[in-house]
């Protein structure tokens, strides 16, 4: 089984920066895809990036396409997600999810195992 455990979240004002990390634990040779995702209150669960352990482009939401970088180190089973230009409406608990198929995932439903989630609260 894998285990997944996200940090770096917290408060920032609007046109700030957060750096979350998303460590994997546990059997992670099962895992070849990795992703994050986000949900507001009142809202569903909604794609943000995502990324493979083996290479490739990453792939963004059009939402924070240009403002938010999903990147990896194998090294450490850990992946990032490094938040600029910060809004309002990116307010949400931020999920890190991991899947055993080799190409990118966009539906919170090809993901098998998910972390947590760590609350990032921008204001205005």
């Known amino acids: 089984q894998v285990q997944l455990v996200e940090s770096g979240g917290g408060l920032v004002q609007a046109g700030g920066s957060l750096r979350l990390s998303c460590v994997a634990s546990?059997?992670?040779?099962?895992?070849?895809?990795m992703g994050w995702f986000r949900q507001a209150p009142g809202k569903e669960r909604e794609f943000v990036a995502a990324i493979s352990w083996f290479g490739g482009l990453p792939y963004y939401a059009d939402s924070v396409k240009g403002r938010f970088t999903i990147s990896k180190e194998n090294g450490l089973n850990t992946v990032f997600l490094q938040m600029n230009s910060l809004k309002p409406e990116d307010t949400a608990v931020y999920y890190c999810a991991s899947r055993r198929v080799r190409t990118i995932g966009t539906m919170a439903s090809e993901y098998g195992v998910w972390g947590q989630g760590t609350q990032v609260t921008v204001s205005s």
């Open positions: 546990g059997r992670t040779s099962s895992t070849y895809g």
